[in-house]
Nanobody, 122 residues
Framework: QVRLVESGGGSVQAGGSLRLACTVF????????MYWFRQAPGQERVGIAG???????TYSDSLKGRFPISRDASKNTLYLEMNSLRPEDTAMYYC????????????????WGQGTQVTVSS
């Protein structure tokens, strides 16, 4: 059974930084995509960044690479480095995986983490 466990969210002031982490358990294939999405209250879930275990990263146009994505293969853990945070970055942040590239369509995601809340105050 695939399980994604996120950590690293919290409350910060504008301009602050957070590093989100997501560890993947139980994925049987060695080749898959790992993503970060976020969802603000009352808004749709949108993609942030993705990384392929076979190599390569991609960023959505919505955030234009503001938050670098990285992966530690030895720990099967995905990271999102968030610097210069703004109040509009306040959202629930989700880790996700899929066997193919979903082109930022949340309905095509195969597995979701439980989400971690990020709150940025002005």
């Amino acid at each position: 059974q695939v399980r994604l466990v996120e950590s690293g969210g919290g409350s910060v002031q504008a301009g602050g930084s957070l590093r989100l982490a997501c560890t993947v358990f139980g994925y049987t294939s060695s080749r898959y995509w790992m993503y970060w999405f976020r969802q603000a209250p009352g808004q749709e879930r949108v993609g942030i960044a993705g990384i392929y275990t076979g190599g390569g990263t991609t960023y959505s146009d919505s955030l234009k690479g503001r938050f670098p994505i990285s992966r530690d293969a030895s720990k099967n853990t995905l990271y999102l480095e968030m610097n210069s945070l703004r109040p509009e970055d306040t959202a629930m942040y989700y880790c996700a995986t899929s066997s193919s590239f979903v082109d930022w369509n949340p309905s095509l995601i195969e597995y979701w983490g439980q989400g971690t809340q990020v709150t940025v105050s002005s």
